[in-house]
């Protein structure tokens, strides 16, 4: 009877391991792989590119406003020229001139009206919007300089506005970034072409062979003939797709880097798009003018009571200005670091996470090279996707900085080290002396509005749910800054992202930095890597965040 039963235990055993096995086969058969960026798993590949559809769950976490992309980025429309490259806006020719008659002096904390007329290459007045100027009140003696608002009204005028906040001279300068009839070129081009950069996938087999594919946010834009292998994030369900290697598998893939720039315009899109009609200052229309001075004991400066740095205070228009190469919010009071002491003092017992592109990359570095007691700690990690970190023992602080994980123009830099931004907020308990930094928008200008709102849709979850289990951490989002001038990156496609970043976290408690106006407030060159004078104040201004008294 022993052996009957010992025969039926095992009969048993092998009865159910069968049937796992049974299941595990079948799951394996049917089930379809989640794919995941750590690390680089895939689904099957196919043979012709799936078809790729917008989940709609992806964007109600958005506010209303954002899911409206037509409402968030309305831009005034251009009537067609027919190819009339003089039809199209001139910086040569058009022309500015005050509102009203002009002052000997004008009051301090008033207000500077100016209507700009655009023109044709024939001198004609333009009958419709949509051209992008830079308005600028400048006082360069004083090393002062303020945006001034450009009002579109959408017949070929203008209406510039400028808050007069210095004592002293002041100068007004107006830039015809884009003409209408180049902006038009490149709302079609964002809108239709589904990406204008490609990236390059590396692919290792055990034996060590390479093969190097295209990749991309789509698989129609990979160059694909046959099957592609598609990569799907765990943490924000976004989509990544590489062709598939001859001899090896998906599974394989092991490093990314920058890839090609596409031919994307014609002959008469690259004439509305040249540097002799972009970013031009246009004639001098008015002369300088003078501010009057303040009353006996009041400051020069005219700042109003303003409450301290903290997440959540409206935004203001504009949010600040300089003066003495200093900025000055106008939303909030903030303060100026101008030694190493009162840095340490701020970030002290503090981990501070920075999480973007390579413009919050020079916050830590500008830290970094400003801190002597600062010391890198060599994490062997490509230096244009990180991880970074850098660490101060003795006041308890540490600063961290990651590249946001594809798409990503950088150097070739293994895939297991592109963490979403998603993932990286996942994974973070919060509290008050933690600071999460967001930065990006550069690397998303050569996609659809739809690829960064897709993005938006996932971050601005995270920050959410970081926020709920722990309302004390500070988020401080970074607008992108101006400085790109062409169809791959230009100001226009920047200053689409920074909408929908702002209407993204408007209902958060975050803080914001407008790195917008910051780089185009001042005489000084746009470039997409700001000099240390705005990276500077920039950083003051995080950390007027963190220590607001």
Not at 124 to 134: E, I, N, S, V
Request: proline residues 7%; glycine residues 8%.
């Amino acid at each position: 009877m022993g052996l009957f039963m010992e025969q039926c235990k095992r009969y048993k055993i092998l009865t159910v391991v069968l049937v796992f096995l049974i299941w595990v086969l079948y799951c394996r058969m049917t089930w379809p792989d989640s794919t995941t960026l750590r690390p680089p798993s895939y689904q099957p590949a196919c043979k012709s590119a799936p078809k790729f559809t917008e989940s709609p769950s992806l964007l109600e976490s958005l506010p209303k406003e954002l899911a409206k992309l037509t409402h968030v980025l309305y831009w005034p429309p251009t009537p067609g020229n027919k190819g009339d490259l003089l039809a199209s806006t001139s910086p040569q020719n058009s022309t500015y001139h005050l509102k009203g008659p002009a002052q000997a002096s004008y009051a301090l904390g008033g207000y500077l009206e100016v209507i700009l007329v655009a023109r044709d290459h024939q001198g004609r007045p333009k009958t419709h919007g949509g051209d992008l100027f830079r308005a600028q009140l400048l006082g360069p003696e004083l090393k002062a300089g303020v945006p001034g608002d450009v009002r579109d009204l959408e017949n070929g005028t203008y209406l510039l506005s400028f808050p007069l906040l210095w004592s002293g001279q002041a100068q007004v300068q107006v830039r015809l970034i884009h003409s209408s009839e180049a902006i038009g070129v490149l709302r079609r081009i964002w809108r239709e072409k589904r990406a204008t950069v490609d990236f390059r996938g590396y692919f290792r087999g055990p034996t060590g062979t390479i093969e190097t594919m295209i990749c991309n946010v789509h698989p129609e834009s990979t160059g694909a003939t046959g099957p592609i292998c598609q990569y799907r994030d765990v943490d924000s369900g976004e989509l990544w797709f590489c062709a598939q290697p001859s001899t090896l598998p998906c599974n394989s893939l092991v490093g990314h880097s920058k890839g090609s720039y596409l031919n994307v315009t014609t002959l008469h899109d690259e004439a509305l798009l040249a540097w002799e009609v972009t970013d031009k200052v246009l004639p001098q229309g008015i002369s300088p003018i003078q501010i009057g001075m303040a009353a006996p004991g009041h400051s020069s400066l005219a700042l109003s009571q303003r409450p301290p740095c903290s997440p959540g205070l409206p935004a203001t228009k504009p949010s600040g200005f300089y003066h003495g190469d200093v900025w000055h919010s106008l939303s909030c009071s903030s303060r100026s670091f101008s030694t190493v002491d009162s840095i340490l003092g701020c970030l002290a017992d503090h981990v501070v996470h920075m999480m973007g592109d390579s413009t919050l990359q020079q916050w830590w570095e500008y830290l970094f090279d400003t801190v002597p007691s600062l010391k890198i700690l060599n994490l062997h990690a490509t230096y244009q996707a990180g991880p970074l970190m850098a660490v101060e023992t003795t006041q308890n602080i540490v600063l961290h900085w990651r590249a946001h994980s594809w798409p990503l123009r950088s150097y070739p830099t293994p895939v297991a080290s592109l963490h979403s931004v998603v993932r990286q907020l996942g994974g973070l308990a919060g509290g008050p002396h933690t600071v999460v930094v967001l930065g990006m928008g550069a690397h998303f200008t050569t996609f659809p509005p739809s690829v960064f709102v897709r993005r938006l849709a996932g971050i601005r979850a995270a920050v959410a749910a970081l926020l709920a289990r722990e309302p004390r951490t500070l988020v401080v989002i970074k607008l992108a800054n101006t400085g790109y001038k062409s169809v791959y990156g230009s100001d226009w496609f920047t200053l689409q992202i920074n909408r929908l970043l702002q209407a993204a976290f408007a209902d958060l408690r975050v803080a914001f930095v407008d790195a917008w106006e910051m780089t185009s407030s001042l005489a000084v060159p746009d470039n997409i890597h700001p000099g240390r004078l705005i990276v500077r104040n920039e950083v003051d201004l995080l950390l007027s965040f963190i220590c607001p008294t």
